[in-house]
């Protein structure tokens, strides 16, 4: 069987881009590569065309798969690569160290990944407790999934127990699971909320975040200081109009309270 082979190697951004796409010789079944890398010296602008058979595919893997290989970049070197970008030189000296600190950055970051809320939301029994528990404006930082910039406010929790209460300081690392991921503050909000509802088996939770968004404020129309509010409720805070009234009101407190976004 032969197959056709498209090679193309274009040049941008100062560095070069290899694609190649493998097809059937009837046109389908195609699969493809891009391998994109400064450390790849190809020719700039030219494009190939050529039959093989599967004996010459696997000599064209001899070749492409070293390529690959040189163009899997660290992440430190694709900082260097955004410093450059930027129009800096990543090797002067008040950046040379900057790809390695902002590696440590994002682990801090981003290290909500992996970690299961069951984990830490461990309840214990407490019947007389049957009235809303509420923790108002913890603290969070998180970044949006489209520009990769932080937004940051307070969450406001609450849940009505059945039977079952959490520790209090475990709400915080809740938020924080998932606040260290790349995120969009409205699924962040549900999945807090969820969180709280799979593992309290409470009668309600309700949950509402505000937060500063930089994409937002630094950028484009530049709306600063604007808050965004999303809110997530479930079970009798959604279907009861007084609970989520109590809730909405206690956290009304939260957001006009000392602390000011
Ligand atoms: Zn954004």
Avoid at 41 to 47: K, P, V
Avoid at 156 to 167: D, E, K, M, Q, S
Wanted: with cysteine; proline share 4%; charged share 25%.
């Amino acid at each position: 069987m032969s197959e056709r082979v498209y090679f193309s190697i274009d040049r941008c951004h100062g560095s070069y881009q290899l694609s190649i796409n493998i097809e059937d010789d009837d046109g389908g079944g195609g699969h493809g590569y891009r391998i994109a890398g400064p450390k790849y010296d190809g020719t700039s602008g030219r494009l190939l065309k050529h039959y093989v058979t599967e004996r010459d595919r696997s000599e064209l893997h001899a070749y492409i798969d070293p390529i690959v290989e040189a163009s899997e970049m660290s992440f430190t070197d694709a900082v260097r690569i955004m410093i450059k970008e930027t129009g800096e030189d990543p090797d002067r000296e008040g950046l040379q160290e900057t790809p390695g600190r902002v590696l440590a950055a994002w682990s801090e970051w981003f290290g909500g990944y992996g970690k299961d809320p069951a984990a830490i939301l461990k309840t214990f029994e407490e019947t007389d407790c049957d009235e809303m528990v509420v923790q108002l404006s913890i603290p969070f930082f998180s970044h949006c999934e489209h520009h990769l910039v932080p937004f940051f406010g307070f969450a406001h929790l609450a849940y009505i127990p059945n039977g079952r209460v959490v520790g209090l300081s475990k709400l915080g690392r809740l938020v924080d699971i998932f606040a260290r991921r790349l995120q969009i503050q409205e699924r962040l909000c549900n999945q807090v909320a969820d969180a709280l509802y799979d593992n309290l088996n409470p009668k309600g939770v309700g949950v509402v975040m505000q937060a500063r968004h930089l994409c937002l404020e630094s950028r484009g129309l530049a709306k600063t200081g604007s808050v965004t509010v999303t809110s997530a409720l479930r079970g009798n805070f959604k279907a009861n109009p007084e609970v989520r009234a109590e809730f909405l009101s206690l956290v009304k407190t939260g957001m006009t309270g000392v602390i000011k976004l």
